[in-house]
């Protein structure tokens, strides 16, 4: 069983509101990730990161930014959420050459 | 057994049929290859992996083929189960930047 958490699992919030998805996992791995997915629909890489102090953008271009300071840790911040946000964002960890483990995801609505 | 030449975005098998997934990668680069599996309510759980050097790999009740000359990756699913109901997607690593396709779902019907 991964061992990797997000919180919160749901949020509601509103035009403008700044938000932080928090990501740990507990595996030591050093590379992470966010997604971005719809329902139903295929996952965007929004960051990625190697490791700590390393972060990079993906293939969706995203107003997000993230943050590596520790192994363990890799929070996605929207300084000013927008409905256009509105989505399920999926966090990830990985160790070894492409095997990721996924958390259960934050569903967030931007009113 | 069920099988598609293209993906395809939904796949409706019989309980005990074999099913057959299909998908495309873009980056001729990639050496990596992954298959996952999402069911309602959850991140994607690892089912399979290929790398580059290889054309199939199998697994329990699973097999992964992979042609390079025409990017194409196929997950065959043996005796496909209730439990194999959910969304299934491929991923191509290049440089550990892992790459989702579009997903397939998959209805098992009893």
């Known amino acids: 069983e991964a061992d990797i958490y997000q919180t919160p699992r749901y949020l509601v919030i509103g035009t403008g509101k700044k938000i932080t998805l928090e990501c740990s996992q507990t595996?030591?791995?050093?590379?992470m990730y966010w997604y971005q997915q719809d329902p139903g629909m295929e996952l965007h890489l929004i960051h990625y990161s190697y490791g700590v102090n390393s972060t990079e953008k993906g293939d969706l271009s995203s107003e997000s930014t993230v943050s590596r300071i520790r192994t363990e840790h890799f929070p996605l911040t929207l300084e000013s959420a927008r409905p256009s946000h509105t989505s399920q964002y999926l966090c990830a960890s990985g160790g070894g050459f492409g095997e990721l483990f996924f958390g259960e995801g934050s569903r967030l609505t931007v009113l | 057994g069920e099988s598609v030449g293209l993906h395809l975005p939904t796949l409706s098998v019989q309980e005990g049929d074999n099913s057959i997934i299909n998908c495309a990668y873009s980056?001729?680069?990639?050496?990596?290859f992954i298959w996952y599996k999402q069911e309602s309510g959850k991140g994607p759980q690892f089912i399979i992996d290929i790398r580059s050097n290889m054309d199939k790999r199998q697994g329990q009740r699973v097999t992964v083929l992979l042609n390079k000359t025409v990017k194409h990756l196929s997950l065959q699913i043996a005796a496909t189960q209730p439990g194999d109901s959910a969304v299934y997607f491929c991923?191509?690593?290049?440089?550990?930047?892992?790459?989702f396709g579009a997903g397939t779902t998959v209805t098992v019907r009893a």
């Open positions: 991923a191509e690593n290049n440089d550990y930047k892992l790459s």
């Open positions: 595996m030591g791995h050093d590379k």
């Open positions: 980056n001729s680069a990639s050496d990596y």
